[in-house]
């Protein structure tokens, strides 16, 4: 099971879900709670090592923006959230990135079908850390493809056996509140997908 760990903002919380094995880390570069410049990104990311991938996730951003926060941050991931079109990733994709593609579950479904390496299935309101019926979307995504939305320590094994994704993501349950990430329940989520650190 591949998990990320995003919304991430501050060195330590950084730390703590690279020790417990996370095997990417995400940093929000759109409006939200959890927003970090792309000049913090690149602070963050600098002290991340090389086998753990670095997303920088946007929604909605035309490719110029995305382009230049990802060349400023030195991400290694972009995740475009919003039903950005198929022009987006390919203006993006001479970056060299690993491009993911964040959509609801009434979508196109097919890892690939916009030249993304990876595809997130999220709830309708990405970050709202609202959970959703996760199990509508099994059998349904082609290629690799994460599940987010609402997913916490308590009920991640709930969510992965009822949609079998191949890829988990988590921003909101892992926080005491919207943007305060708890290294206790980074860690948690880490041990509840199989990671001992
Ligand atoms: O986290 C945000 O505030 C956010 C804002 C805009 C686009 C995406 C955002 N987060 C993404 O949402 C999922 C996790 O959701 P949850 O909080 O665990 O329910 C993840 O892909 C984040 O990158």
Aim: charged share 20%; glycine share 10%.
């Amino acid at each position: 099971m591949y998990v990320k760990i995003c919304g991430l903002s501050e060195p330590e919380h950084v730390a703590t879900a690279v020790a417990a094995g996370a095997d990417a880390i995400g940093f929000v570069m759109t409006r939200s709670p959890r927003r970090v410049t792309p000049e913090r990104a690149a602070e963050l990311a600098a002290a991340v090592p090389a086998h753990v991938l670095t997303v920088g996730v946007f929604r909605g951003e035309d490719p110029d923006t995305v382009r230049a926060a990802a060349l400023t941050s030195g991400v290694r991931a972009v995740q475009l959230h919003g039903r950005h079109p198929h022009a987006d990733f390919t203006a993006l994709k001479d970056l060299g990135l690993t491009l993911i593609r964040a959509v609801d579950a009434e979508a196109d479904l097919r890892c690939g079908a916009y030249d993304e390496d990876l595809l997130l299935v999220d709830a309708p309101h990405a970050g709202s850390g609202l959970p959703w019926d996760w199990a509508a979307v099994r059998g349904r995504p082609t290629g690799r493809w994460m599940l987010a939305g609402g997913l916490t320590p308590a009920n991640v094994n709930e969510a992965v056996a009822a949609a079998e994704p191949w890829g988990v993501d988590v921003s909101s349950g892992v926080e005491t509140a919207p943007g305060v990430k708890d290294p206790a329940l980074i860690k948690a989520f880490l041990e509840a997908v199989g990671r001992d650190g």
